[in-house]
Each structure stands twice: as structure tokens, then as C-alpha cells.
């Protein structure tokens, strides 16, 4: 109960931890040993223009990965982010530069294309039961037939520079005032929906976290942004694409806890069956899912191309596919379906291009980025499976 006091909170959460219910604990102890190895072997590492480039590099595959946590947590897969990611940025540049459409009309058919795939493949699996991973390998095949099409003979189409969408994503920044503003409000803005969180749960007799770890949660927050934003304010600053996604991963997070549709998905992910007796609609929960998380792809893949100011028949393969599910997984997702957070994209994308960015730096080649990359998704599955053995095994004590 709220009366335990501190002593109380922090037993019960040491018993939650030995019971392996980590949460974001290991990829957030792995994140500090990265940036702090890195740190030893390259100073670079954390200079501010490093940084800058960090936080641009991640956001288009951070933006798929959010639709990879959704499909993860009902326990399916979907192989074809990349290719959609691949299609949304030829649809786009074809009508924009080729057809002369309005920028704003090109971005919104581009992301109509990934609601129209995701719907494609929620309707197959209601309908067929087929395994979402059988659907979306052969979805990977005809969007990537699709997207080599849309581009054409020439295989390549370049955005101009100067459009509004490409500076969005390169150089439209914060202004110094706004970030530092951003830095200490959002932790106020936590605590206060904390306090509130505890006072629902106190009136429901449960048991709610002590005020003093709450505050403690938020200066260690407040401090955290500050320092980042001023290493990102030393170069360009914090931009706005950054800001959207990680605003997108807020309100994720938000529907996932705190909707009835999130907490369908995640009683769907956990037990289908007992989802479907205690009356959720199962099938319109994994149709919005699949539109959900082909339409984040095909945002994925807009951005990429702003980004770029480009997109080619290469968009969306070699990696793309492994760095978004593996960012899934590492942030904390089960792979077995109804545990994870929104909150995983955002740490799982920064665990893989810390390493790719740091592996860089450091003038590693290619296939060693793989190999590291791999080592550490396995590492996070392993770890998955270990906590959930021993959440099942504590369930049976």
C-alpha cells in the first residue's frame, strides 16, 4: 500500500527485479557502458557534432521500430518494414519531383501507401490465419518489386535541397531558449503526472511509488536533458525531427498504457484466448496494428528520404530491417508478446547507432558492426527469455 513508505517501495521493487522483471534496467546499464567504452577509446565519441549526427542517424529506423514494438507485443512479426520503407520514399520523391505535386500531398499519399499495405495484411491474417510472418515475407518481395518500379529506369530520385521537408529533416533546429525550456519542463511535466498517478492508485487502495523516489526520478531526469542539451546546443542544437520522434514514442506510450486498445494489445499479446473470452475484439486489434506499423515504416521511410534528400532501389535494404526489430528487442520488447513499451524504440535505436556510430569512429569495417550488433541483439533475447523463465517459475512458487 501507499503507507509502506520508501522502505516499502524499494523492497518490493528489489523483489520485483529478482523475480526478473528488469524493464528498461539492462538496456539502460548497457547504453552507459557503451557511451563510457567509446568514450575511453575516442574523446570524440560525445562531442557535441558527434552527438548532433547521432540523433539524426537514428530517427528514421527509431520510427520503424515503434511499429516494430507494436507487432511484437501481440507476438507477431512484420519482415517488411524496410522494403515499406523503401516504397514510401520512392512514392514520395516520384510525386514530388517527377508529378510536381505538393510536398504535403506527396507525404500523405506516401503514408496512405503504408495504411493500405498494413490493412492488406490485417485482413489476410483475420481472414486466412495466416502467420503474419509468412504474409509479410511475401509482402517484402512485392513492395520491394513495388518500389523498384515507382522509381523507374533511373533507379535514383534526388529532392531539392532547399524544400521545405529536407530542411525539416537536416536543418530546421530548436532555438537555444526552447530546448533548455524542453529540458526542465518535461521532468516537472513526469513528476506531476506521477503524483497524479499515485493519487489514483491510493484511492484504489494500491500501492503507489514513495514521493521522494518520484522527485529523485525527476532531477536525475532534469539533469540528464540539461546536460544533453547543452553537448547538442555546443553544435546545431536539438532538432526537430528528433523532437517529433520522440514525441511520436510519448504518445505511443501513452495509448499503449493508458487506452483500452493498449491495453487489448497487450492482453491479446499475452493470452489471445483469455483476451477473446473476456470480450476484446481480437481481430480489429490486430488490423489496427498492421496498419499502425506499416504506416510508422512508410513515415520511417519518408523521413529517411528527406534525410537523405534522395531515395534509390537501395532504400530500405542491407540493414534496415535487422536495426529496427533488433532495437525493438534490445529496448526491452519481448518477442514473446504483451511486455514492452513504446520507450524501447527510443533506447533500443540508441543502443545500435551508439554502436554503429562508436564502431565508426574507431574505423572498424563493416562486417565487425554486423557481428557486434548481432552479439548484442542475441544477448537481449537471451536475457528475455531468462527473465521471463523466471517471472514463470516465481508465478508457480
Not at 523503401?86 to 516520384?94: D, E, I, K, R
Not at 499502425?292 to 537523405?308: D, E, M, P, V
Not at 508478446?337 to 547507432?353: C, F, H, K, P, T
Amino acid at each position: 500500500m501507499a503507507a509502506q513508505g520508501f522502505g516499502g517501495w524499494a523492497s518490493a521493487t528489489w523483489a520485483r527485479l529478482r523475480s526478473g522483471d528488469l524493464g528498461s534496467l539492462p538496456v539502460v546499464v548497457g547504453l552507459v557502458i557503451i557511451w563510457a567504452v567509446f568514450y575511453a577509446l575516442n574523446p570524440a565519441f560525445i562531442s557535441s557534432r558527434n552527438l548532433v549526427n547521432l540523433t539524426l542517424q537514428m530517427v528514421p529506423i527509431g520510427v520503424l521500430a515503434i511499429g516494430v514494438v507494436l507487432v511484437l507485443l501481440l507476438g507477431e512479426i512484420d519482415l517488411s518494414i524496410g522494403s515499406m520503407y523503401g516504397l514510401s520514399g520512392a512514392v514520395l520523391v516520384v510525386l514530388f519531383v517527377n508529378q510536381g505535386m505538393s510536398v504535403w500531398v506527396a507525404v500523405l499519399a506516401a503514408l496512405a501507401a503504408g495504411a493500405v499495405v498494413g490493412l492488406v495484411y490485417g485482413l489476410l491474417f483475420n481472414r486466412f490465419g495466416v502467420p503474419s510472418f509468412v504474409i509479410t515475407l511475401a509482402g517484402l518481395l512485392v513492395l520491394l518489386g513495388l518500389q523498384i518500379r515507382t522509381l523507374g529506369k533511373d533507379g535514383t530520385v534526388n529532392l531539392p535541397f532547399e524544400s521545405s521537408l529536407v530542411q525539416f529533416a537536416s536543418q530546421k533546429f530548436l532555438p537555444h531558449w526552447l530546448a533548455y525550456t524542453l529540458a526542465v519542463v518535461v521532468p516537472l511535466v513526469y513528476l506531476l503526472a506521477r503524483l497524479r498517478t499515485n493519487q489514483r492508485r491510493s484511492a484504489a487502495g494500491l500501492s503507489a511509488v514513495p514521493v521522494t523516489a518520484l522527485a529523485v526520478r525527476a532531477v536525475l531526469l532534469a539533469v540528464a536533458l540539461v546536460v544533453i542539451t547543452y553537448l547538442l546546443q555546443r553544435d546545431r542544437g536539438l532538432s526537430y525531427m528528433v523532437v517529433l520522434f520522440v514525441v511520436l514514442v510519448v504518445v505511443m506510450d501513452l495509448a499503449i498504457r493508458r487506452t483500452t486498445w493498449g491495453r487489448s494489445v497487450l492482453a491479446i499479446g499475452g493470452n489471445v484466448e483469455a483476451a477473446r473470452r473476456a470480450g476484446i475484439k481480437v481481430k480489429r486489434v490486430y488490423l489496427s496494428v498492421f496498419v499502425l506499423c506499416s504506416t510508422f515504416a512508410a513515415l520511417g521511410g519518408i523521413l529517411g528520404a528527406a534525410r537523405l534528400a534522395s531515395a534509390n532501389q537501395s532504400s530500405g535494404g542491407a540493414d534496415t530491417n535487422l536495426n529496427a526489430i533488433a532495437a525493438a528487442v534490445i529496448g526491452g520488447t519481448s518477442l514473446f508478446g504483451g511486455r514492452g513499451s513504446a520507450y524501447s524504440a527510443l533506447l533500443g535505436i540508441l543502443v545500435i547507432y551508439s554502436i554503429s556510430n562508436g564502431l565508426a569512429l574507431l574505423s572498424v569495417s563493416a562486417d565487425v558492426r554486423y557481428v557486434v550488433t548481432g552479439a548484442v541483439l542475441l544477448l537481449a533475447v537471451v536475457i528475455d527469455s531468462l527473465s521471463r523463465r523466471s517471472r514463470a517459475a516465481h508465478g508457480r512458487a
